[in-house]
């Protein structure tokens, strides 16, 4: 028995590696490939859905039944299921990748030195990227294309309750691509949705060059513990509104209720809510029963439990570390912007955070102070998006400092390599 | 004593976290500090060095007497030392990185959406550093002053033998900045050189955004191991040159023995040599003659022991992979460019290759192809510099392909943020 498992064992690490080799050569085609070869491929992916849409929904059959067998809930199911509408949509988004600019083999500076060498620091594909994810099954496509347009070979790990439309997905949209010229592994679906297998893939720092991480907390604490290959990603989106002593307290009214409760479970989302000692007295009876009205459920400081008429719930030390990702909202009472701005540096994600104030002064003081992706002045942080943010599409969000911090379009899955041109220099 | 060791394990924990904390307290102050705020506590940390030049050479003195009694090598020894001189120009250096531009508070980029919000991407410090390094007391300074100059907080950790050194040079230039208002968790050098203090530094996530390792390839892999923190590195530099079957072959000469001879230590120099099947005939008797003048090993591919005319060992497979840092080179055959390409995607580092060719065609096909930092054509590979890429300084080389490639330089110790100015927009 112990020794079938370790052969097991074996055979799992010689699959992942020979995964991570076909990624890895696939790469270095895919450094050199034209936009238009790889709008080919793109193109023949997305005509592939839609030719394979009977097939891809017969395997996501098998999952929505293991799925109610295991008893996921609705939402998740919801989140699982795919139809012919929502495979034409898939289908649509590749189109509408193709349309957009290739961002690999830009010239991002150029200098000539006194020595005569020219240095041109240019775009080039990151190399091969890894994708961990939970249940959706878009995300399979989404993520393969544009890591795809970018140059890049993808590496896919979704969740088990997924497996047979993931797969089912990916073997559609490489087929496809393939015939047109793809290198075989510039898109590969993990078959094992074992820990061993992510736990292998982790370490595999020599084929792979990024891991994306998307789904819960403990999903991506898990991979950033155990990865040696870099990891960009975002653990929470615990995000604030300031309101300022001085501030249009009507358009506070709307662009407080838009940032919690337009899609209160997504990050971008409002968490808490910080008002200026001197805008308290007034304006806390009013976004309490604002808010109340609209079924949100309020938890706040002492002296904010005082203003409000009732109702509101103290707050614990731990709201106001909280992402509710639901209609509850935590509201503090503080000095003044100094001290909004440090209460977001000790308690936020880095994530999201706004200041809502008509005194330009103050605003820059906290577009300055607040260490953040994404700050804003008097508008809803629910902007913080690729798509928003006019960047054509959307691999991720990232609160990390280095490479790429918010939203990450086309342009963050590329790095850079330097191209030296001499005519003999020597040191 | 069993109790003993944890009391101390417990407290070596919370003066680690006190450290962290200190330093991004002292990030976010440092974020908002003007160019010239920065430049005085600069300026002060080098008038500084040159006054205390006395103390730190005597703090020096223990750590060479320790270094002697431990049999440190010469070479070792040599890096350890600091005189007069070398304080005044580890001042001087300082001094230079004042004059250097700022590389924070640049706006990178600014769009006005359709609804109005104007997003600004703006440069912005990285926030906490972490520097780990060996031996050389200078790297203290060096490392601090760069990111300091950048805005950010870094926490240094250097080597057991050189401890009084970067502890004396520490207070140095910490207590003249901290005078003149640089907040006191700037710069602080850890005081204990234990692999504990290290791994929780590697831990601590929530207070340090990246950590840089400078040292042996031992070292690095170490870290990157245990860090949950973003680690920008490289692990050794085994550069190529390829000479093309149409090149300026004399000239070939002398970059070759440029690259391998000038400083064979470093990792920008030459390892392996590759050269078309089609020149090998000629130039193989050449250079094995030149570099053998210059008392260069060569290991070479059968073939290019047959065409020597003796005294070349046959290389083995490891030393391709080989990182030799003296006076040995690898020679291989191949085929052609592709085959070239291929060889050093397989075996190199992604540092720094070159092709000596007359071929622009080819010399494309090689600088898209090879998947390293710096890819030249017709120069020495020792030119991956920050200072001989015109950055003005230089605070690693990255092999990584996030967030940094290549020489990185001041502008590489930022990040940017998003500042977005509405006008009451919700979504």
């Not at 878009?138 to 294309?145: H, K, P």
């Not at 089912?168 to 047109?180: E, P, Q, T």
């Amino acid at each position: 028995m112990s020794e079938t498992l370790n052969q097991n064992a074996v055979d799992l690490q010689e699959a992942m590696l020979q995964i991570g080799q076909n990624a890895k050569s696939a790469a270095h085609i895919l450094a050199t490939a034209s936009s238009a070869e790889k709008n080919s491929w793109l193109n023949a992916m997305a005509d592939a859905l839609d030719a394979s849409t009977e097939t891809i929904i017969q395997a996501n059959k098998t999952d929505m039944e293991n799925g109610k067998k295991n008893g996921l809930s609705d939402a998740m199911l919801d989140r699982l299921l795919l139809t012919p509408e929502r495979i034409h949509a898939i289908a649509d988004a590749v189109r509408h990748v193709i349309s957009l600019d290739d961002p690999a083999g830009k010239i991002l500076s150029s200098t000539t030195r006194p020595n005569g060498l020219r240095i041109d620091k240019v775009s080039v594909p990151i190399g091969v990227i890894g994708i961990i994810y939970e249940s959706r099954p878009n995300v399979t496509v989404d993520a393969a294309t544009l890591c795809l347009k970018a140059g890049n070979a993808v590496i896919l790990r979704g969740g088990s309750e997924a497996i047979h439309s993931n797969l089912a997905l990916a073997k559609c949209i490489s087929d496809a691509a393939i015939a047109k010229g793809m290198p075989a592994g510039a898109v590969q679906v993990l078959p094992w949705t074992t820990r061993e297998a992510v736990g292998i893939m982790l370490k595999m720092d020599s084929y792979l060059d990024l891991i994306i991480p998307r789904g819960g907390e403990r999903l991506i604490r898990t991979v950033v513990e155990q990865s040696t290959i870099p990891v960009i990603k975002h653990y929470k989106g615990v995000c604030h509104i300031f309101v300022d002593k001085v501030c249009d307290f009507d358009r506070a009214l709307t662009i407080i209720e838009n940032a919690k409760c337009q899609r209160p479970g997504v990050c971008n989302a409002l968490e808490t809510l910080l008002i200026h000692k001197e805008a308290a007295k007034t304006f806390v009876p009013r976004i309490v029963k604002h808010l109340q009205e609209r079924n949100v459920e309020l938890r706040g400081c002492p002296q904010c439990c005082e203003l409000a008429e009732s109702g509101i719930i103290p707050a614990t030390e731990e709201d106001w570390y909280a992402e509710y990702l639901s209609l509850t909202l935590s509201v503090r009472i503080v000095d003044d912007v100094n001290a909004a701005i440090d209460h977001i540096n000790h308690y936020g994600s880095g994530h999201s955070d706004c200041i809502l104030t008509t005194d330009m002064e103050t605003a820059e003081t906290f577009l300055n102070g607040v260490d953040s992706s994404s700050v804003y002045v008097n508008a809803s942080t629910r902007f913080t998006d690729g798509g928003e943010f006019g960047m054509g599409a959307e691999i991720g969000i990232s609160t990390d400092k280095l490479h790429a911090r918010g939203p990450m379009g086309l342009p963050e899955l590329t790095t850079y390599k330097y191209k030296i041109y001499g005519s003999g220099q020597v040191r």
